[in-house]
């Protein structure tokens, strides 16, 4: 089977709310494994289902460093439970927004409930770039991506730069 492609805004499925998963079976564990080939070799740190094309509510990430051991993390239908006052700013990219990057504020501290890969629920407290990680991976099962949080400027400024790319890639 062919590998899963990365979808690129101005993708409209990017757009789509994804759907709750209602069981955790073969299937579901098949794509998040699809989902941490397309991630590895990208390389990034996090993926969200609908970014290839797959509009379940999951999302993967892993913030080890190149030399550090892998750490796989699986949060399916997540939910933030908890955000903190304090916020904290770190640039953001995406692998739907290739190469470019900006600095974006959310809540510096987040408590998340979920289910991991074997159905059974999980909470997490997430703080520093994993807190950030996660809300915009969560972001993306809502159809909302980064550039959402900057200016209407900056946004429109990058959606029209990968509209025209894409138009040319058509032609
Ligand atoms: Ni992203």
Redesign the pocket.
């Known amino acids: 089977m062919a590998r899963r492609e990365i979808l690129i805004i101005p993708d409209k499925r990017l757009r789509l709310v994804s759907e709750p998963v209602k069981t955790v079976d073969a299937e579901v564990r098949r794509l998040i494994e699809e989902m941490f080939e397309v991630m590895y070799e990208a390389p990034?740190i996090?993926?969200?289902a609908i970014?290839v094309g797959a509009p379940k509510r999951i999302v993967i990430m892993d913030l080890a460093k190149k030399d550090e051991e892998k750490q796989p993390q699986v949060l399916i239908n997540p939910a933030i439970l908890w955000a903190s006052e304090e916020k904290a700013a770190y640039e953001?990219?995406?692998?739907?927004?290739p190469e470019y990057y900006e600095e974006v504020e959310r809540p510096a501290r987040v408590k998340v409930r979920y289910l991991d890969r074997d159905g059974k629920e999980q909470e997490i407290d997430a703080s520093g770039l994993h807190a950030t990680c996660v809300q915009?991976?969560i972001?993306?099962l809502n159809g909302v991506?980064?550039i959402d949080h900057l200016s209407k400027l900056k946004r429109d400024r990058v959606i029209k730069k990968f509209t025209k790319a894409a138009k040319r890639a058509d032609d």
Do not use: K, R
Request: proline share 0%; charged share 20%.
């Open positions: 990034g996090g993926l969200a970014q953001e990219g995406c692998l739907s927004i915009h991976e972001d993306h991506l980064f």
